[in-house]
T-cell receptor
């Protein structure tokens, strides 16, 4: 069983929709959670970083962590065609330690 | 501020040959990480440097892989001899060494194809 599970998609939504992306994990030691966006043939770009449980908002993006359920989410409001990319969740047990990644969810936003 | 850079962007070599990948982290970042993504799989950790010291090399697949970070600046990852299963995208990431600043920033990756 993988430590981090993420639906590979693709997830197709119309422009303007609210997008919900999720990951579940099995290691209760994970405390640091990151969301990356990756365009084709590019490196992962850090979108959001959260520590422990709770919510964090940055512009159109909101990250949620529910440690009791071992479940994290990324919400994208007013989605745009330029949001079409693969979204990767990643997490670690301690700061500066290795990240454990999900496989990524491919998002397609149609005009 | 310049991001993480990697060279080359793409390398095609034959089985048994040697390849060296290079990573230049963001200036001032003491932490440097190597990751790899093979086709169809998730990105996986290879190793972690703090300055010039190897902090964690638990992800290195075997002794055909050698990573160095002389002087605590750029890093190289050598694969010798390369095997078919080494094909994939090799990413480098870096982060500060400040408590509370744990974000890892990734480079564009080196796509390695072993034929």
């Amino acid at each position: 069983q993988k430590e981090v599970e993420q639906d590979p998609g693709p997830l197709s939504v119309p422009e303007g929709a609210i997008v919900s992306l999720n990951c579940t994990y099995s290691n209760s030691a994970f405390q640091y959670f990151m969301w990356y966006r990756q365009y084709s043939r590019k490196g992962p770009e850090l979108l959001m970083y959260t520590y422990s449980s709770g919510n964090k908002e940055d512009g159109r993006f909101t990250a949620q962590v529910d440690k009791s359920s071992k479940y994290i989410s990324l919400f994208i409001r007013d989605s745009q065609p330029s949001d079409s990319a693969t979204y990767l969740c990643a997490m670690s047990a301690r700061g500066f330690q290795k990240l454990v990644f999900g496989t990524g969810t491919r998002l397609l936003v149609s005009p | 501020e310049a991001g993480v850079t990697q060279f080359p962007s793409h390398s095609v070599i034959e089985k048994g040959q040697t390849v060296t990948l290079r990573c230049d982290p963001i200036s001032g970042h003491d932490n440097l990480y190597w990751y790899r993504r093979v086709m169809g799989k998730e990105i996986k950790f290879l190793l972690h440097f703090v300055k010039e010291s190897k902090q964690d090399e638990s992800g290195m697949p075997n002794n055909r892989f050698l990573a160095e970070r002389t002087g605590g600046t750029y890093s190289t990852l050598k694969v010798q001899p390369a095997e078919l299963e080494d094909s994939g995208v090799y990413f480098c990431a870096s982060s500060h060494n400040f408590r509370g600043s744990y974000e890892q920033y990734f480079g564009p990756g080196t796509r390695l194809t072993v034929t």
